[in-house]
């Protein structure tokens, strides 16, 4: 495992210099494996230094065997050790701030009482000037019952809460769209749509994130069709755009056509499931899912869920059963998106010429990134430490930059795609290559050009009908 920036500590140090030279300290620090990141002298005194050393390191194990080295040298005493990840959450990753000014009993009148019981009065007559003056045009919800966290499992609201408030500031800090996390102490799907549809008049848009499947897919199709406002499953449709993305861009460099290639996809949960219905749309034609007990096929459907059921008869149209490793032997195309270590470079080595796999697993992916590029021509994973990161920041900040701007009711499949289609283009032709076929997440280019591409495709889509400036000014 490589040193994270996940995983940075700061150790302040008391250094008596002439028992322990500063060389002497760094040294033993990278003996251990971890990597220096600053190091900075707090104070000097007649000898005694107070230093601050920060590190990157593994794990927590590694952080608590720094630790032991540094008090294990002559003249050296750790009086502190901070994790950065945890400081950067004490109190909580966001807050909110006022648009408005308040510096007099004037302001006061008219963003509070009694002036706001005008503009109360002029929503309660036309319900859709709530878009125009309220919150809600740029707001959306984080929702979450904590039952489905990356690499976590079902942890509950409360630990999954950092996460949302996480979601949050990547859909200010790359949409400029503002998100409140909503965690909810219930796994009872009715209870969840009941809140949703509850708290929904407050939002411009609802964005579920974390729930488990199948539950997930039944919360997200009755808020779809009960709420006049988009909502979206991240961890389905996130994924799915991204993905195809990616792959847009891989096929391209290796000269296959997503209509010709077989596609082996691992995992048919929330985000196998997604991404393999937006590949369909795509065009894609030879599609076949693997769950834990093989190859989903429509002559064998006895017993699913019906979710499950609708995926196999739109799928595999080889009827191919049997296990993953099998399925893998001449498949073009390997998307991961199921548990750790289940494949091996071997594995890859029987996949046609030219393979591209995607491993998504995370924090482990599904076959060693390094031993799947000793055979495969692309490989791209989920994390950030390995070239070609498939993550969905690099969708939902935009696609609901789009949504907000066009005042859109509903997603569809179309607007998936042609959010997907929008990031493949930011890279250009010349651009691509093996190692560069995804965007970078802090490539600013994203998000504009996925709200410009989905305010493009909902011009001819319901919208809502926000009244026009001069209203405003009729009593």
């Known amino acids: 495992m490589r040193n994270s920036p996940s995983y940075t500590a700061s150790y302040r140090l008391t250094v008596e210099e002439s028992r322990t030279s500063i060389a002497g300290v760094v040294d033993a620090v990278a003996a251990t494996g971890a990597e220096v990141k600053g190091f900075d ?69 008219r963003a509070y009482t009694p002036g706001v019981a005008r503009v109360c009065t002029a929503i309660h007559d036309m319900p859709q000037k709530a878009h125009l003056l309220t919150m809600k045009a740029n707001t959306v919800a984080v929702v979450s019952d904590g039952t489905a966290v990356l690499g976590l499992g079902d942890i509950g609201p409360e630990a999954a809460l950092p996460v949302m408030e996480g979601k949050a500031v990547l859909f200010k800090e790359f949409g400029g769209v503002d998100a409140w996390p909503v965690v909810l102490d219930t796994k009872d799907t009715e209870e969840i749509i009941s809140i949703v549809k509850a708290i929904a008049p407050a939002y411009g848009g609802i964005n579920l994130e974390d729930i488990s499947a199948p539950r997930c897919f039944e919360i997200e199709e009755r808020l779809r069709a009960e709420l006049d406002i988009p909502v979206f499953h991240d961890d389905q449709h996130g994924t799915a755009i991204v993905v195809l993305a990616a792959l847009i861009n891989a096929l391209k460099l290796v000269g296959k056509r997503i209509e010709d290639v077989r596609i082996v996809v691992s995992g048919v949960g929330a985000a196998g499931n997604a991404i393999i219905r937006l590949l369909l749309a795509q065009g894609a034609r030879d599609i076949v899912g693997y769950g834990r007990t093989g190859a989903l096929a429509a002559d064998d459907t006895e017993g699913m869920h019906p979710s499950r059921k609708a995926l196999a008869e739109a799928t595999n149209p080889r009827l191919v059963h049997g296990g993953l490793r099998e399925g893998l032997v001449d498949a073009d195309v390997f998307i991961g998106v199921s548990q750790g270590d289940i494949l091996t470079g071997d594995d890859i080595a029987t996949m046609a010429q030219d393979a591209i796999v995607f491993a998504l697993a995370n924090p482990t992916p599904e076959v060693d990134p390094i031993a799947a590029a000793e055979h495969a021509a692309i490989v791209a994973t989920g994390r950030s430490d390995f070239a070609n990161q498939i993550n969905n920041v690099l969708a939902f900040p935009g696609l609901f930059r789009g949504l907000l701007d066009a005042k859109v009711k509903e997603i569809t499949t179309e607007l998936l795609r042609v959010a997907a289609v929008a990031i493949a283009e930011v890279i250009s032709s010349d651009e691509l290559s093996a190692n560069y076929i995804i965007p970078g997440v802090f490539d600013e280019r994203v998000a504009p050009a996925v709200s410009r591409e989905v305010r493009r495709a909902v011009r001819d889509l319901p919208t809502v009908d926000i009244p026009v400036q001069e209203d405003l000014r009729v009593e």
């Open 41 to 109: 002298v707090a104070d000097s005194d007649r000898g005694r230094l107070v230093i601050d050393l920060t590190c990157d390191m593994r794990n927590s194990e590694h952080r608590r065997e720094v630790r032991a080295a540094l008090a294990a040298l002559p003249g050296v005493s750790v009086s502190s050790v901070a994790d950065q990840t945890f400081m950067s959450h004490i109190g909580g990753k966001i807050e909110i701030s006022s648009k408005v000014p308040l510096r007099n009993r004037d302001d006061l009148s």
